[in-house]
C-alpha cells in the first residue's frame, strides 16, 4: 500500500462488494486507489474495474500506482453524479459491483495547495476538481452573515454558526479570509477547543461545511444513488462509506426506501403503486471500524458502512 494511504474498513468493503474473478467494478470515488487495488486483486485475473474521481491528481496517481493491472483497469476524471453517462460510455452498462467512498483522501488532506485540511493549511480552495465551481475563500467573501450562518448549520451541523459566521464578516472588513490556517484560527478563537484528549478541532464543522457546498456534494450523492442502482445487475452490490450524519443519512434512506418498494401514502391501507422492492440489506448496519484499525488509522473513526444487494427486478 502506498505510503500515507491506508482505505477505511478495507476488509468489510471487499466481504460486503464480495467481487469474483472476471466481474465488472465500479469504483465512483478512486481516491488513494486502495480499495481500487483490493478489488482488482479479487477480479483477477480478467476482472475490470471502472475507477471515478473529480480530482484530476488522484486518478494520475492510481493511474501510475496500479499501472500493473493494464487494460483492466479503466479511469476517468469526473464527479460520480455523471456516473449514469460515464459508466456506459466505458463500457460498464451493467455491473456486478459499486463502491462509493466519500471520505477524502489522506493525500487531498496532506496538499497545502487545496486547502483542505487545517492542519496542513494553504489557500482556501476545496475543490475536487479545480477546473469547476468557486473557490471556498470567494464564499467566504461573497456571502452576508444570515447566509454563512446558514451553510454551517445546514452542511456542517455547528451549534456556533451565527457566532463564527459574524466574525468572519467583521474579520474580512481588515483583510480576506483566504487561507486554512487563517480560518482555522479564527474559529479557535470564537469557540475554543475544548479541554481533553482527542477533541476534535473546533473547525472541523465549518470545513466540512465548506467543502460539501464548493462541491455539491449532498446534491451528488442524491444523484448519484438512483443512478447507481440502474446499473447493478441482479445480484449486483453497492456499498457506501459515509464519514458524516448527513451523507449517511440519504445512504440510509435510500436503501431503506429501495428495500421497501412501496411508495404508498401511509393512509392507503392496501399497496396500489406495483413498486417492488429493490435491495436487500446486507450484514448488520451500520458497519463501523473495530479498535484495531481505529489505533491503526484515526481517521476512520466516524466512517460508517452500509450496502445492499440488487433484487431480480
Not at 450523492?221 to 448527513?246: F, I, K, N, Q, T
Not at 463501523?288 to 427486478?313: D, F, I, Y
Request: some cysteine; proline content about 8%.
Amino acid at each position: 500500500m502506498e505510503q500515507g494511504h491506508l482505505p477505511v474498513l478495507a476488509e468489510e468493503v471487499i466481504a460486503m462488494l464480495a467481487p469474483a474473478p472476471g466481474s465488472l467494478q465500479i469504483d465512483a470515488t478512486v481516491g488513494g486507489g486502495g480499495h481500487t487495488e483490493r478489488i482488482l486483486e479479487a477480479t483477477s485475473p480478467d476482472g475490470r474495474l471502472l475507477g471515478l474521481d473529480a480530482d484530476g491528481a488522484a486518478i494520475a496517481r492510481t493511474r501510475t500506482r496500479l499501472a500493473r493491472f493494464g487494460d483492466r483497469l479503466v479511469l476517468r476524471q469526473v464527479n460520480f453524479r455523471e456516473i449514469a453517462r460515464t459508466a456506459p460510455e466505458a463500457g460498464f452498462a451493467a455491473v456486478d459491483g459499486l463502491l462509493f467512498d466519500l471520505g477524502l483522501s489522506s493525500h487531498q488532506l496532506a496538499d497545502a495547495g487545496r486547502g483542505f485540511g487545517f492542519r496542513t493549511g494553504g489557500p482556501l480552495d476545496m475543490r475536487f476538481d479545480p477546473s469547476r465551481g468557486v473557490p471556498a475563500a470567494e464564499l467566504l467573501q461573497a456571502l452576508d452573515a444570515r447566509e454563512l450562518a446558514t451553510l454551517f448549520r445546514r452542511f456542517g451541523e455547528e451549534p456556533a454558526a451565527a457566532r463564527i459566521a459574524r466574525a468572519i464578516v467583521e474579520e474580512r472588513r481588515r483583510t480576506p479570509v483566504a487561507t486554512a490556517e487563517g480560518l482555522a484560527a479564527l474559529v479557535e478563537r470564537v469557540t475554543p477547543r475544548r479541554p481533553g484528549p482527542r477533541r476534535r478541532h473546533p473547525a472541523t464543522r465549518v470545513f466540512q461545511a465548506l467543502r460539501i457546498a464548493v462541491n455539491g456534494e449532498l446534491e451528488a450523492l442524491g444523484e448519484a444513488l438512483p443512478a447507481a442502482m440502474d446499473l447493478l445487475r441482479p445480484g449486483g452490490r453497492l456499498v457506501v462509506l459515509s464519514y458524516h450524519s448527513l451523507e449517511d443519512r440519504i445512504v440510509k434512506r435510500f436503501m431503506a426506501a429501495e428495500r421497501r418498494g412501496c411508495v404508498c401514502p401511509p393512509e392507503v391501507p392496501v399497496c396500489v403503486c406495483g413498486r417492488a422492492p429493490r435491495l436487500r440489506l446486507l450484514g448488520k448496519p451500520p458497519i463501523v471500524p473495530g479498535p484495531v484499525e481505529l489505533a491503526a488509522n484515526p481517521r476512520a473513526r466516524s466512517v460508517r458502512l452500509r450496502a445492499a444487494e440488487r433484487l431480480v427486478a
